[in-house]
Protein backbone atom coordinates (compact mmCIF):
# COMPACT_ATOMS: atom_id res chain seq x y z
CA UNK A 1 0.00 0.00 0.00
CA UNK A 2 1.16 3.43 -0.72
CA UNK A 3 2.37 5.75 2.04
CA UNK A 4 0.46 7.92 3.11
CA UNK A 5 1.74 11.52 1.92
CA UNK A 6 0.54 13.67 5.10
CA UNK A 7 2.66 11.17 6.93
CA UNK A 8 5.66 11.48 4.65
CA UNK A 9 5.60 15.57 5.55
CA UNK A 10 5.55 14.57 9.09
CA UNK A 11 8.56 12.65 8.85
CA UNK A 12 9.80 15.45 6.45
CA UNK A 13 9.11 18.08 8.98
CA UNK A 14 10.93 16.36 11.67
CA UNK A 15 14.55 15.12 9.91
CA UNK A 16 14.56 18.94 8.16
CA UNK A 17 14.22 20.78 11.18
CA UNK A 18 16.69 18.32 13.20
CA UNK A 19 18.68 19.22 10.30
CA UNK A 20 18.61 22.63 10.79
CA UNK A 21 19.36 22.79 14.26
CA UNK A 22 22.69 21.14 13.56
CA UNK A 23 23.18 23.50 10.68
CA UNK A 24 22.76 26.36 13.27
CA UNK A 25 24.45 25.13 16.50
CA UNK A 26 27.23 23.42 15.07
CA UNK A 27 28.24 25.68 12.28
CA UNK A 28 31.91 26.32 12.78
CA UNK A 29 33.11 29.65 13.36
CA UNK A 30 36.05 29.46 10.54
CA UNK A 31 33.83 27.44 8.63
CA UNK A 32 35.38 26.65 5.04
CA UNK A 33 34.89 25.46 1.71
CA UNK A 34 35.96 21.33 2.14
CA UNK A 35 35.99 21.08 -1.67
CA UNK A 36 34.11 22.00 -4.89
CA UNK A 37 32.58 20.80 -7.74
CA UNK A 38 31.45 22.10 -11.50
CA UNK A 39 33.62 25.03 -10.93
CA UNK A 40 35.83 26.76 -7.89
CA UNK A 41 33.11 28.61 -6.94
CA UNK A 42 30.33 25.70 -6.88
CA UNK A 43 31.73 24.89 -3.19
CA UNK A 44 30.52 22.70 -0.52
CA UNK A 45 31.57 22.46 3.30
CA UNK A 46 31.77 20.14 5.75
CA UNK A 47 28.07 21.08 7.10
CA UNK A 48 26.74 20.34 3.99
CA UNK A 49 27.39 16.73 4.24
CA UNK A 50 27.39 16.50 7.75
CA UNK A 51 23.78 17.57 7.39
CA UNK A 52 23.20 15.25 4.51
CA UNK A 53 24.23 12.22 6.34
CA UNK A 54 22.09 13.56 8.97
CA UNK A 55 19.08 13.76 6.74
CA UNK A 56 19.82 10.15 5.37
CA UNK A 57 19.87 8.46 8.70
CA UNK A 58 17.27 10.23 10.10
CA UNK A 59 14.66 9.39 6.93
CA UNK A 60 15.96 5.64 6.13
CA UNK A 61 15.71 5.28 10.12
CA UNK A 62 12.18 6.02 10.68
CA UNK A 63 11.37 4.35 6.52
CA UNK A 64 13.80 2.18 5.87
CA UNK A 65 12.46 0.29 2.46
CA UNK A 66 12.77 4.00 1.02
CA UNK A 67 15.62 5.49 -1.25
CA UNK A 68 16.82 8.90 -1.09
CA UNK A 69 18.81 11.32 -3.94
CA UNK A 70 21.13 13.34 -2.41
CA UNK A 71 22.64 16.69 -4.11
CA UNK A 72 26.22 15.61 -1.92
CA UNK A 73 26.22 12.51 -3.01
CA UNK A 74 25.08 10.73 -0.23
CA UNK A 75 22.65 9.01 -2.61
CA UNK A 76 21.64 5.68 -0.59
CA UNK A 77 19.26 3.33 -2.18
CA UNK A 78 17.85 1.25 1.03
CA UNK A 79 18.82 -2.04 1.93
CA UNK A 80 15.56 -3.76 -0.26
CA UNK A 81 16.13 -1.32 -3.03
CA UNK A 82 13.79 1.17 -2.35
CA UNK A 83 10.60 -1.36 -2.47
CA UNK A 84 8.58 1.51 -0.77
CA UNK A 85 7.98 3.31 -3.69
CA UNK A 86 9.41 6.44 -2.01
CA UNK A 87 12.47 8.34 -2.72
CA UNK A 88 13.50 11.33 -0.99
CA UNK A 89 15.00 14.11 -2.61
CA UNK A 90 17.14 16.21 -0.25
CA UNK A 91 19.54 19.17 -0.70
CA UNK A 92 20.86 19.64 3.36
CA UNK A 93 22.11 23.20 2.16
CA UNK A 94 20.50 24.90 -0.99
CA UNK A 95 21.91 28.39 -0.90
CA UNK A 96 25.38 26.90 0.12
CA UNK A 97 27.37 29.78 -0.06
CA UNK A 98 24.99 32.10 1.16
CA UNK A 99 25.49 29.77 4.48
CA UNK A 100 29.40 29.88 3.43
CA UNK A 101 29.13 33.72 3.95
CA UNK A 102 26.73 33.67 6.92
CA UNK A 103 23.59 35.18 5.23
CA UNK A 104 20.18 34.11 6.22
CA UNK A 105 19.09 33.19 2.81
CA UNK A 106 19.83 29.35 3.02
CA UNK A 107 17.14 26.70 3.72
CA UNK A 108 16.78 22.47 4.33
CA UNK A 109 14.71 21.30 1.36
CA UNK A 110 13.35 17.66 1.56
CA UNK A 111 10.91 16.50 -0.54
CA UNK A 112 9.20 12.99 -0.91
CA UNK A 113 8.43 11.26 -4.52
CA UNK A 114 6.12 8.65 -4.84
CA UNK A 115 6.74 6.41 -7.79
CA UNK A 116 7.85 9.33 -9.69
CA UNK A 117 5.51 12.36 -8.60
CA UNK A 118 6.57 14.55 -5.66
CA UNK A 119 3.75 14.09 -3.04
CA UNK A 120 5.39 15.76 -0.07
CA UNK A 121 7.82 18.62 0.49
CA UNK A 122 9.66 20.60 3.47
CA UNK A 123 11.47 23.85 2.93
CA UNK A 124 13.25 25.05 6.16
CA UNK A 125 14.68 27.73 6.88
CA UNK A 126 16.56 28.28 10.16
CA UNK A 127 18.32 31.59 9.75
CA UNK A 128 15.22 32.69 9.60
CA UNK A 129 12.81 30.69 11.64
CA UNK A 130 10.53 29.98 8.14
CA UNK A 131 9.33 26.55 7.59
CA UNK A 132 6.97 26.01 4.20
CA UNK A 133 5.07 22.66 3.76
CA UNK A 134 3.10 21.41 1.11
CA UNK A 135 1.29 17.81 0.56
CA UNK A 136 0.10 17.09 -3.25
CA UNK A 137 -3.68 18.21 -3.71
CA UNK A 138 -3.59 19.37 0.33
CA UNK A 139 -2.62 22.82 -0.51
CA UNK A 140 1.04 24.90 0.75
CA UNK A 141 1.49 26.72 4.18
CA UNK A 142 4.24 29.02 5.27
CA UNK A 143 4.58 28.32 9.39
CA UNK A 144 1.12 26.51 9.43
CA UNK A 145 -0.53 29.32 7.97
CA UNK A 146 -2.50 28.66 4.18
CA UNK A 147 -0.90 29.87 1.46
CA UNK A 148 -2.70 31.27 -2.13
CA UNK A 149 -1.19 33.57 -4.63
CA UNK A 150 -3.09 36.06 -6.82
CA UNK A 151 -3.86 36.83 -10.07
CA UNK A 152 -0.53 37.80 -10.69
CA UNK A 153 0.99 41.36 -11.51
CA UNK A 154 1.32 43.00 -14.55
CA UNK A 155 5.02 42.08 -15.83
CA UNK A 156 5.85 46.01 -16.05
CA UNK A 157 5.21 45.63 -12.28
CA UNK A 158 6.94 42.59 -11.57
CA UNK A 159 9.24 41.87 -9.06
CA UNK A 160 10.98 38.71 -10.48
CA UNK A 161 13.55 36.18 -8.67
CA UNK A 162 16.64 34.67 -10.20
CA UNK A 163 19.47 32.94 -9.41
CA UNK A 164 22.88 32.38 -11.93
CA UNK A 165 25.17 29.04 -12.66
CA UNK A 166 28.21 28.25 -11.16
CA UNK A 167 30.15 28.34 -14.64
CA UNK A 168 31.35 31.67 -15.74
CA UNK A 169 30.68 31.62 -19.23
CA UNK A 170 26.62 30.57 -18.50
CA UNK A 171 26.57 33.42 -16.31
CA UNK A 172 27.64 35.37 -18.87
CA UNK A 173 24.90 34.63 -21.11
CA UNK A 174 22.41 34.86 -18.06
CA UNK A 175 23.42 38.37 -17.81
CA UNK A 176 22.48 38.84 -21.45
CA UNK A 177 18.94 37.58 -20.78
CA UNK A 178 18.73 39.95 -17.66
CA UNK A 179 19.85 43.06 -19.65
CA UNK A 180 16.61 41.81 -21.93
CA UNK A 181 14.39 41.41 -19.14
CA UNK A 182 15.81 44.52 -16.56
CA UNK A 183 13.97 47.30 -18.79
CA UNK A 184 10.66 45.52 -18.96
CA UNK A 185 9.81 44.21 -15.12
CA UNK A 186 9.61 45.95 -11.61
CA UNK A 187 13.07 44.91 -10.66
CA UNK A 188 14.95 41.66 -9.91
CA UNK A 189 16.16 39.82 -7.15
CA UNK A 190 18.79 37.27 -6.80
CA UNK A 191 18.65 35.53 -3.15
CA UNK A 192 20.90 32.51 -3.95
CA UNK A 193 18.38 29.95 -2.73
CA UNK A 194 16.17 28.18 -5.75
CA UNK A 195 14.37 26.53 -2.79
CA UNK A 196 13.63 30.31 -0.99
CA UNK A 197 12.81 31.32 -3.94
CA UNK A 198 10.17 29.16 -5.15
CA UNK A 199 8.21 29.72 -1.56
CA UNK A 200 8.71 33.13 -1.96
CA UNK A 201 6.40 33.11 -4.99
CA UNK A 202 3.70 31.06 -2.89
CA UNK A 203 3.76 33.82 -0.17
CA UNK A 204 3.31 36.94 -2.83
CA UNK A 205 7.23 38.49 -1.44
CA UNK A 206 8.28 37.75 -5.20
CA UNK A 207 6.10 38.11 -8.19
CA UNK A 208 7.61 35.35 -9.99
CA UNK A 209 10.89 33.06 -10.32
CA UNK A 210 12.97 31.76 -13.12
CA UNK A 211 16.05 30.22 -13.16
CA UNK A 212 18.28 28.05 -15.82
CA UNK A 213 20.65 25.02 -14.10
CA UNK A 214 19.09 24.06 -11.19
CA UNK A 215 19.34 21.01 -9.67
CA UNK A 216 16.38 18.63 -9.22
CA UNK A 217 16.99 18.30 -5.21
CA UNK A 218 16.95 22.57 -5.70
CA UNK A 219 13.74 22.91 -6.95
CA UNK A 220 11.83 19.23 -5.78
CA UNK A 221 10.12 20.90 -2.65
CA UNK A 222 9.60 24.68 -3.07
CA UNK A 223 8.33 23.54 -6.68
CA UNK A 224 5.42 21.84 -5.00
CA UNK A 225 5.24 24.74 -2.24
CA UNK A 226 4.40 27.35 -5.33
CA UNK A 227 1.82 24.85 -7.19
CA UNK A 228 0.33 24.15 -4.54
CA UNK A 229 -0.17 27.85 -3.23
CA UNK A 230 -1.47 28.20 -6.75
CA UNK A 231 1.64 29.54 -9.17
CA UNK A 232 1.85 27.73 -12.45
CA UNK A 233 5.68 25.90 -12.00
CA UNK A 234 7.57 24.64 -15.55
CA UNK A 235 9.91 25.00 -17.71
CA UNK A 236 9.45 26.49 -21.29
CA UNK A 237 7.67 25.73 -24.51
CA UNK A 238 5.09 23.31 -21.96
CA UNK A 239 8.53 21.47 -20.94
CA UNK A 240 7.94 20.64 -17.15
CA UNK A 241 10.46 22.05 -14.40
CA UNK A 242 14.17 21.04 -14.86
CA UNK A 243 17.62 21.60 -15.29
CA UNK A 244 17.31 23.31 -18.43
CA UNK A 245 14.36 25.96 -17.06
CA UNK A 246 12.51 26.43 -13.94
CA UNK A 247 9.70 28.84 -14.28
CA UNK A 248 6.88 29.64 -11.33
CA UNK A 249 4.34 32.81 -10.97
CA UNK A 250 0.66 32.94 -11.10
CA UNK A 251 -1.84 32.36 -13.52
CA UNK A 252 -1.90 35.95 -15.29
CA UNK A 253 1.89 36.18 -15.51
CA UNK A 254 3.29 32.96 -15.97
CA UNK A 255 2.32 33.50 -19.66
CA UNK A 256 3.78 36.74 -20.37
CA UNK A 257 6.94 36.04 -18.46
CA UNK A 258 7.24 32.49 -20.59
CA UNK A 259 6.52 34.60 -23.72
CA UNK A 260 9.48 37.10 -22.79
CA UNK A 261 11.95 34.44 -21.63
CA UNK A 262 11.40 32.53 -24.60
CA UNK A 263 12.41 35.67 -27.27
CA UNK A 264 15.01 36.10 -24.96
CA UNK A 265 16.42 32.77 -25.37
CA UNK A 266 16.75 32.18 -21.45
CA UNK A 267 16.68 28.08 -21.62
CA UNK A 268 19.67 28.37 -23.66
CA UNK A 269 23.64 28.58 -22.99
C1 LIG B 1 21.87 27.15 -5.39
C2 LIG B 1 20.50 27.38 -5.98
C3 LIG B 1 20.36 28.80 -6.50
C4 LIG B 1 21.39 29.07 -7.54
C5 LIG B 1 22.75 28.93 -6.91
C6 LIG B 1 22.95 27.50 -6.36
P1 LIG B 1 23.08 25.25 -3.98
O1 LIG B 1 21.95 25.80 -5.00
O2 LIG B 1 19.54 27.12 -5.01
O3 LIG B 1 19.09 29.02 -7.05
O4 LIG B 1 21.22 30.37 -8.08
O5 LIG B 1 23.74 29.22 -7.86
O6 LIG B 1 22.91 26.58 -7.43
O7 LIG B 1 24.29 24.99 -4.85
O8 LIG B 1 23.35 26.31 -2.97
O9 LIG B 1 22.50 23.99 -3.41
Not at 6 to 27: K, P, S, T
Not at 97 to 110: F, K, Q
Not at 237 to 253: E, N, S
Amino acid sequence: MDADPAELLNVAYDAALEAGRFLIERRPRDLGVARTKSSPTDVVTEMDTGAERLLIEYLLGARPGDAVLGEEGGDRVAADGGASGVRWVIDPIDGTVNYLYDLPAWAVSVAAEMRGTVVAGVVHAPATGHTYTAVLGGGAQADGHPLQVGAGAPIAEALVATGFGYAAGRRARQAAVIAGLLGQVRDIRRVGSAALDLCTVATGQVDAYFERGTNYWDHAAGGLVASEAGAVVGGLRGAAAATAMVLAAPPGLFGPLHDLLVDLRADED
